[in-house]
Nanobody, 124 residues
Framework: VQLQASGGGLVQAGGSLRLSCVASGRTFRQSTIAWFRQAPGKEREFVAGIRYNGHTYYGDSVKGRFFISRDNAQNTVYLQMNSLKPEDTAVYYC???????????????????WGQGTQVTVSS
């Protein structure tokens, strides 16, 4: 499985961006996909995740502003980011696990496959 993340860029505070993560392989439909982010000097942080059945999960810092969705026909997961803040600045990574039931969507260690990351910079 290979993941390709895209959509990052520079945006002013209050603006929006949409990230995409395209996955190769035949197991996308049953997979859990998540977005994590890492800012310089900080630990990797869970942002959002979506299970095979469409159930979604969000980190507290993005709840109500970010929205994750999936298109199984396109093997793609999206992260719509609204009302962006300077503290959202980070490299955003998508991650995938092929198990039908993932015990913890929020734990980075649960995921076997990672994309290369896309930089999001929010200016004040």
């Amino acid at each position: 499985v290979q993941l390709q993340a895209s959509g990052g860029g520079l945006v002013q505070a209050g603006g929006s961006l949409r990230l995409s993560c395209v996955a190769s392989g035949r197991t996308f439909r049953q997979s859990t996909i998540a977005w994590f982010r890492q800012a310089p000097g900080k630990e990797r942080e869970f942002v959002a995740g979506i299970r095979y059945n469409g159930h979604t999960y969000y980190g507290d810092s993005v709840k109500g502003r970010f929205f994750i969705s999936r298109d199984n026909a396109q093997n793609t997961v999206y992260l719509q980011m609204n009302s962006l803040k300077p503290e959202d600045t980070a490299v955003y990574y998508c991650a995938l696990d092929e198990r039908l039931i993932l015990s913890s969507v929020r734990q980075a260690g649960e995921y076997d496959y990672w994309g290369q990351g896309t930089q999001v910079t929010v200016s004040s």
